[in-house]
T-cell receptor, first 115, second 108 residues
């Protein structure tokens, strides 16, 4: 079974440029997460989807970040314009929603460097 | 969700048993306790999850006392490849919060 797929794996951009990350979750998983991880810190949730609905986007900086999950499968996270402080690893995870037990399966992440 | 607290780092030697304790004083009735492992340049990977008492799988054991305000991840006979960051989470359905984890270093 294929795991969570993310692309690109690495991205280097100039500040003020736009950037987009793509995630393909595990087939059948209805819950999708986007996390941001800074060096030496744990992942921080940006947004959580249940099917097509964003059920928790309270930590998403909506002035520059946007996300979508069309048809409840793939998802795209966009930053426009990027700032120096956005340099981090962006992780996507998916799970099968259920009470209590929600093992999250993570992709390898996209390492973003903003110059 | 309850905030978790765990040691920043731990050292061990190959072949030893390692116990990492996590405190979650404000855990709610419906919350589960989950542990993840993360290697450099990889996403976190699920290790084990429990609600109360003891859970054991092929890689670890999880001990949860009756009051559920803490939990202990036990790794039997660690090897160099167990060097990683270990995260304790309190989880309820789709909701969970990662802390900064415990960096375990296994030495030869």
């Amino acid at each position: 079974e294929a795991g969570v797929v993310q692309s690109p794996r690495y991205k280097i951009i100039e500040k003020k440029q736009p950037v987009a990350f793509w995630c393909n979750p595990i087939s059948g998983h209805n819950t999708l997460y986007w996390y941001l991880q800074n060096l030496g810190q744990g992942p921080e949730l940006l947004i959580r989807y249940e099917n097509e609905e964003a059920v928790d986007d309270s930590q998403l900086p909506k002035d520059r970040f946007s996300a979508e999950r069309l048809k409840g499968v793939d998802s795209t996270l966009k930053i426009q314009p990027a700032e120096l402080g956005d340099s981090a690893v962006y992780l996507c995870a998916s799970s099968l929603y259920g009470e209590g037990s929600n093992e999250q399966f993570f992709g390898p992440g996209t390492r973003l460097t903003v110059l | 969700l309850a905030k978790t607290t765990q040691p920043v780092s731990m050292d061990s030697y190959e072949g030893q048993e390692v116990n990492i304790t996590c405190s979650h004083n404000n855990i709610a009735t419906n919350d589960y306790i989950t542990w993840y492992q993360q290697f450099p340049s990889q996403g976190p990977r699920f290790i084990i999850q429990g609600y109360k008492t003891k859970v054991t799988n092929e890689v670890a054991s999880l001990f949860i006392p009756a009051d559920r305000k803490s939990s202990t991840l036990s790794l039997p006979r660690v090897s160099l490849s167990d060097t990683a960051v270990y995260y304790c989470l309190v989880q309820n359905a789709g909701k969970s919060t990662f802390g900064d984890g415990t960096t375990l270093t296994v030495k030869p």
